[in-house]
Each structure stands twice: as structure tokens, then as C-alpha cells.
């Protein structure tokens, strides 16, 4: 049950998911105490190596692992490692041998979680890397269905946005397919990457046909500075082709919920007033992911080989 | 350089469609005859050859030597020493060192050198542009003059058409090939895996096929215009496959290589981010595979060539997009190409034609042939002998191999190169 590392939805069984919505059931539970801590992971030390800035995730699995009890810190290198020059690999097995029961990494380049998994004995948590893939990201999504739906099993899940260079995608299109949802891709052509059928999923070009009887839209960010202009002609198209607001929502069912990994850009992928109240369940997504994030670390952190070696020693 | 008699073995020479058991015999650096085994030698010295191929010496039209200027990946004696043991007898050199070749000042240190620390020949190819910049040809009458057997950026595509076609041109003046490395760096853009379903699968940006099929196109249609000789380093993609086959049945002059790993790997060899798999071209599709197979076998692609590209074990152990591309392969070219021959896509004188006599006739250079007379470049292949590729126990100053751990079948097991012995798989390299 479970490997070492977390480092995609691709690698997990459907029973292993299942075990992480579970606990992260109970996990959610602890949130909403008054004294929001338990001692789970004490004396245990969590390393987020973030090697490309993300305020929001790493706060998230920082908070995480404190609501826990575990050591949490942040290694961020900036420019000046670079300017050292010292390898990836060099800065993980350095912060490795200051014996972390797990290391949180996040990369813009795809593989560079595995490249550090299979140097290091922590156990890595892939916090996204590249257009690879964000496992907790699809599993706080999951969680949030869930919790909506009641099940995943029969529903229909459309992903709206930039595909081709999307972690967040891929991630979740590997949850919900695993759990017996269809999924729904929508993208202009140019940012559906080839083949991507083969990995389970039905593409359409078409918004409203991707919408129809949809019980849940998905979103994606649209980085605007590397893609006007390139991978389609301008923003004001894009909003106005795959753009979603109140009228373009009518298509999917009357039930449907609106989701975003954030941060939203208001006005390009999501109307202004569909961000912030129902069907949008936006921030309910950041909440849960601190009490997924917690089930992560606890099923991944709290039984590190560290210890297991300890134990035998 | 005394008598050397190889014995017993079958000698496969592709000049004159030769398959049979015989003695060679080799004197004063060239075959003095090939006959019926057992003959009686007057006392030359003896190499067994049963159960074994003698084949003439291996030609590898891409290598990367690397000398000078980045010898810390390889240079030319080390270079030769992996050409040797992998039954290579001849090795052209592209240009891409620091500095480039692109000035007959450098070519002739390459060869100075070669000379006298290479155990393999070594035959220079210049750039066809100054600095490989793609916009200045090089003084090609010079070059030729000082050595080299061809031109080209390789590496580096020229993808200003209208300087491509100059030199396509200006080439008929010194009647060399011009190899063609064949990517659109437009389509190419960032790509580091054959896009499809494995690129889209790992999240790395993708290189699509058509990239190399464009260029190819636009190649083929210069190389027809201008009447050159065009040669396009490592296909790797049926759309490129199918263009040079319908281009030479019209008569253009094109010729063409594949490497060992087109041959033998898929993109999925690419799953598990493993940068030893990241070459330009990218491992293709299993259908670009069977076609570049299908190329060798009918003569559409005439050469093996392993665009042997050693890089340092600190240059490849980064993020995948950051890493170099390229892998060596000089030692590892007989085991993996033999492949074709155990599937009975090739026979045993059509692999041998691809990795000897095919190469040496596109660069016009003796080679290729066990012919009386000819200079005694020869290697004897075990074709039966397992052994665990640890590229630590090879030549190579560097370890980037796909083939790291794997269990090869065939191996080079005596090669002479100008009736030297130069290497014997149980003594290692013996000279110079």
C-alpha cells in the first residue's frame, strides 16, 4: 500500500486514493477544532524545497504540517544558489542529510521530483513540477467533489483552459478517471497536447459541447504574458471563446459547481461576479487542500524509513 | 605492421559480395590475399577467427571527438580508443568543437593529432558556416585541401534556405557531401521529447516529427536544384524516411544514416526522465522506428552512424530541459544494430554494407572492402558474445548511455586498422 513518494496521481491505485479521502476526512475535522494542532507528527521535520516560488501552495503544506505538530521549514533557493551553481541534486542531498522525514518539492521543470526522489532516502512530495503534475492539487479537487457530489463515480468533469502546459490537468484528469468520473478536456487546438486522448480523456474544442451535462467545470489559469499571442490570437478571443460566465454555464447541468486552482485571473478564464459565490466553490478547494495536505504528510512523513530504520537499529 | 594471418573465420565483405569461410592475410598494411582456410601462411602471426565475422573496419560518418576545446567529455585518443573497441576503424569528426572547425588551421591540429594519438583514423568534418552561425559559408577549397570529407553545422541547422541553397551550390566547386542536420528550429522551438502522447504524458515540451520532415523536404528540394551531394545525419522519422526514398528513386543525389538508438528505443524509453535518453533528434514513435528499420534493410538509408556525443556525468545529472543531448555509442553500436540482423531484417553483409562500405563510399575515402590491395582495416565480430554494457570499464571519458546495465549480445573482438593490431577484446588497446 503506498509508495515512498507521492510524486504523481499517475502511479496511485484507486484504493489508495480512496485512503487519502478518508483520512483527509478526519483531517479536515482537526481544522475545524478550536485548538486546530494535534501531535501526530511531532518531532518529525518537513523540508518544502521550493524551487519556484508559490506563496499559496507552500503556505498550505506549511500550515499542513504545523497543524500536525512537525518542524516545518521553508528552503527557497533563489538566484543565489544559482549563481553558486550548484546542482539540484546537490542542494536536495544536502538538505537530505540534515535527515528531514520528508521533502516537498515543486520545480517548473517536469521530473525534477522523481531526479530528487531516487537520490534521496526522504520520502518527496511532489508539490508540482513543470506540466507534469500537482498530485495534492488534483486530490484537494477530488476531496471538494466529494464533499459536493457525494461521490465521483458517474460524474462528469470538464477542464477548461490551457491543457498543453497544464500540471493541474493532467493530475486531474488521472484522479477522476481512476475513480470512475469521465473526463471532459476544453481548449483551443493549440493548447491540447498530442496524444492526450490516450491518457483517458474525450477533447473538444467546443465549449458548449464539453459543458453539456457537466457536473463539474473546471478551470484553469491562463498565464497570459507567455501565451497571447502564441498559443491563441489574444485575451479579449479567449475570454470571449472559452471564458466562462453565467450564460455559458447554463450548458452544463443545472447542478454543476465551478472550481479553479487559482490564482484566478477575473475576466479572462472566470466572469467576475461567477469567482466569488456559488456554483464557485473556490475557496472551499483552498481550504480543503490544507486538511489533504495534512493527510499527505501524515501517511507519507509519519512512517519515514528514517524511522523504520531507527526501529530495526 | 608484420604477416597477420586471421583464420577460420566468416569473412563478409560487402565490395565484393563476399560470404564465405577464408584466411585474410595482411602484409605491409594492406590484404595481400583472402582464400580458403588452412592454407599455410609461412609463419604469419595468427588471430582466431572461428565461429567469428571479419568484416572490414567500421565507418562511423558521426562522431563528436570533441577535441579541442572540451576534452573533459572526450578528445581524440580516447575518442579512437572507443572506435577500435567497438569495430570502428575510421571516425568523421564534426565540427562543432571550441573552436570550430571552420579554419583549416583547426582541422590540421585534428589531424596532427589523430595521427599520433588516435588508434582509429579520423577524417574532419568543417562546418559549413563560419562559427556555425549559419550565415557565412566556409572557405571550403581551403578545407578540403586541408582534409576534411564533408561539411556541416551539425548540431546547429542552417535554417536561412537561401544561405543552405549558397551551399549546396558553392559545395559542386569541391564535390563533398553536405550533411544536413535536419530540425526546424521554428517547429522545434523548445522541445526536448518527440511530442505525442509520451510528451504530453512526462509534461515536457515536445519536438514534433514534422520538425525533422520540413526540413528534410526543403533539403531534398535545394539538394535537386543545385545537383550537390546531400547527406542527412540520423534520421529519425517516417515522414523523413519516405522523402529520401521517393528522392533517390528520382535521382537526386541524397544519402542518409540512422543511429543505434533511432533504431533500437522509443520515446518510451523517456518515462522515467533518464536525460541519457534525451538526444536531437528525440527518440521517435515505435512507427518512425520500424520505418527508419525498414529504410536501413532497403538501401533508402545507406550507414549506421552513432552520432557518439559524450557529455560529462555533471552535465547530464540535471532538470531534463537543462540537460545536453546526445549519447555515446562507439561501443555499443555492434550489439545494438545486431539486433536487426538476429530479427532478419538485415543479413549479416547488409549490416556490415551499412556500418563499412556504405559510409566509406559517401565520404569518398578508402574503407569498406577486404579486397587484395586494400588497406588492412578489418574487425572481427563475435556475433554470439554476451557481455553487461558498464561504459565505467569502457574508453569513453563519459558514461551518457541508454545502455548502462544492459546485457548486449555481439561484440568487436580483434580490429586492425592499417594491418596493426590495435585492439583485442581480452587485452584491450594496444596501440598506439
Known amino acids: ?313 | 605492421m608484420g604477416r597477420i594471418c586471421i583464420r577460420g573465420g566468416r569473412v563478409l565483405d560487402p565490395s565484393a559480395e563476399r560470404d564465405e569461410l577464408a584466411d585474410v592475410l595482411v602484409e605491409g598494411g594492406r590484404i595481400v590475399a583472402v582464400g580458403p582456410p588452412g592454407a599455410d601462411t609461412g609463419g604469419a602471426e595468427g588471430v582466431d577467427a572461428s565461429g567469428c565475422w571479419v568484416a572490414p573496419g567500421f565507418v562511423d560518418l558521426h562522431v563528436h571527438l570533441r577535441e579541442p576545446g572540451q576534452e573533459y567529455k572526450e578528445d581524440i585518443a580516447s575518442g579512437g580508443r572507443c572506435g577500435v573497441a567497438g569495430g570502428f576503424t575510421a571516425l568523421v569528426c564534426m565540427a562543432n568543437t571550441q573552436p570550430v572547425n571552420d579554419d583549416p588551421s583547426v582541422t590540421e591540429y585534428i589531424l596532427d593529432r589523430a595521427r599520433q594519438e588516435s588508434p582509429a583514423r579520423v577524417y574532419p568534418v568543417a562546418a559549413a558556416t563560419r562559427g556555425l552561425a549559419g550565415e557565412v559559408m566556409t572557405e571550403m577549397s581551403a578545407l578540403v585541401e586541408a582534409g576534411v570529407v564533408a561539411f556541416s553545422d551539425d548540431g546547429r541547422t542552417i535554417m536561412d534556405s537561401g544561405v543552405m541553397r549558397r551551399v549546396l551550390e558553392y559545395s559542386g566547386l569541391v564535390r563533398v557531401p553536405i550533411i544536413t542536420h535536419a530540425e526546424d528550429r521554428t517547429l522545434v522551438r523548445e522541445g526536448v521529447v518527440n511530442e505525442g502522447p509520451v510528451s504530453t504524458r512526462l509534461g515536457l515540451p515536445g519536438n514534433p516529427a514534422v520538425a525533422e520532415v520540413v526540413h528534410v523536404a526543403r533539403d531534398i528540394t535545394l539538394a535537386e536544384l543545385t545537383g550537390a551531394h546531400l547527406h542527412v545525419a540520423h534520421v529519425s522519422t517516417a515522414g523523413a524516411v519516405e522523402l529520401i526514398r521517393a528522392a533517390r528513386e528520382r535521382g537526386v543525389h541524397v544519402t542518409a544514416e540512422v543511429t543505434p538508438h533511432h533504431l533500437a528505443l522509443t520515446d518510451e524509453a523517456t518515462l522515467g526522465y533518464d536525460t541519457n535518453t534525451k538526444m536531437a533528434p528525440p527518440l521517435r514513435s515505435q512507427r518512425d522506428v520500424d520505418a527508419c528499420r525498414a529504410g536501413l534493410a532497403d538501401g533508402t538509408i545507406d550507414a549506421i552512424a552513432t552520432d557518439h556525443a559524450p557529455h560529462a556525468v555533471h552535465e547530464k545529472d540535471v532538470e531534463f530541459t537543462a540537460a545536453p543531448p546526445g549519447v555515446i555509442g562507439l561501443e555499443t553500436a555492434v550489439p545494438v544494430t545486431l539486433d536487426l540482423v538476429r530479427a532478419g531484417e538485415l543479413a549479416p553483409l547488409e549490416w556490415v554494407r551499412r556500418l563499412s562500405t556504405g559510409p566509406a563510399r559517401i565520404i569518398g575515402r578508402p574503407g569498406g572492402s577486404l579486397a587484395v590491395g586494400a588497406p588492412a582495416d578489418l574487425t572481427v565480430i563475435d556475433p554470439e558474445r554476451r557481455w553487461v554494457y558498464d561504459p565505467a570499464k569502457g574508453f569513453s571519458k563519459s558514461r551518457n548511455s541508454p545502455w548502462i546495465g544492459r546485457e548486449m549480445i555481439g561484440r568487436a573482438m580483434v580490429t586492425l586498422v592499417g594491418g596493426t593490431l590495435v585492439y583485442d577484446a581480452h587485452r584491450g588497446v594496444l596501440a598506439p
Not at chain 1, 518527496?124 to 457530489?149: C, M, R, S, Y
Request: net charge neutral; glycine share 8%; charged share 25%.
Open chain 1, 1 to 313: 500500500m503506498m509508495g515512498r513518494d507521492l510524486l504523481g496521481i499517475e502511479d496511485l491505485e484507486r484504493s489508495e486514493l480512496e485512503r487519502i479521502l478518508e483520512t483527509s476526512l478526519r483531517m479536515e475535522e482537526v481544522g475545524r477544532r478550536d485548538v486546530k494542532k494535534v501531535p501526530t507528527l511531532r518531532g518529525r521535520t518537513i523540508i518544502n524545497l521550493f524551487f519556484e516560488p508559490s506563496t499559496r501552495t507552500r503556505t498550505s503544506f506549511e500550515i499542513a504540517g504545523k497543524r500536525l505538530s512537525a518542524d516545518v521549514v521553508n528552503f527557497s533557493p533563489s538566484s543565489s544558489s544559482l549563481t553558486k551553481a550548484e546542482s539540484i541534486l546537490d542542494t536536495a542531498m544536502t538538505l537530505d542529510a540534515m535527515d528531514p522525514d520528508a521533502v516537498v518539492v515543486r520545480h517548473k521543470v517536469a521530473g525534477v521530483p522523481k531526479r530528487i526522489a531516487d537520490a534521496l532516502q526522504a520520502p518527496v512530495i511532489n508539490a508540482g513540477d513543470g506540466a507534469h503534475e500537482h498530485p495534492t492539487q488534483a486530490l484537494l479537487d477530488l476531496f471538494t467533489v466529494w464533499q459536493e457530489k457525494g461521490r465521483i463515480d458517474g460524474l462528469t468533469v470538464t477542464i477548461v483552459g490551457d491543457i498543453t502546459h497544464s500540471r493541474v490537468a493532467r493530475s486531474n484528469l488521472y484522479a477522476f478517471s481512476k475513480l470512475g468520473a469521465e473526463v471532459r478536456l476544453a481548449a483551443p487546438p493549440t493548447m491540447l497536447p498530442a496524444g492526450v486522448e490516450s491518457l483517458g480523456a474525450k477533447s473538444f474544442t467546443s465549449l458548449r459541447e464539453a459543458l453539456e451535462g457537466a457536473d463539474v467545470v473546471m478551470l484553469l489559469r491562463i498565464q497570459q504574458e507567455r501565451l497571447a499571442g502564441c498559443f491563441f490570437p489574444s485575451i479579449r478571443e479567449y475570454a470571449a471563446t472559452f471564458g466562462l460566465d453565467r450564460r455559458k454555464l447554463r450548458f452544463a447541468k443545472d447542478d454543476a459547481i465551478v472550481m479553479h486552482p487559482g490564482p484566478i485571473n477575473r475576466g479572462v478564464e472566470i466572469a467576475h461576479d461567477l469567482a466569488d459565490q456559488r456554483p464557485s466553490v473556490i475557496l472551499d478547494q483552498v481550504r480543503n487542500g490544507v486538511a489533504v495536505r495534512m493527510a499527505v504528510l501524515y501517511l507519507f512523513a509519519g512512517r519515514s524509513p528514517r524511522e523504520a530504520a531507527r526501529r530495526e537499529g
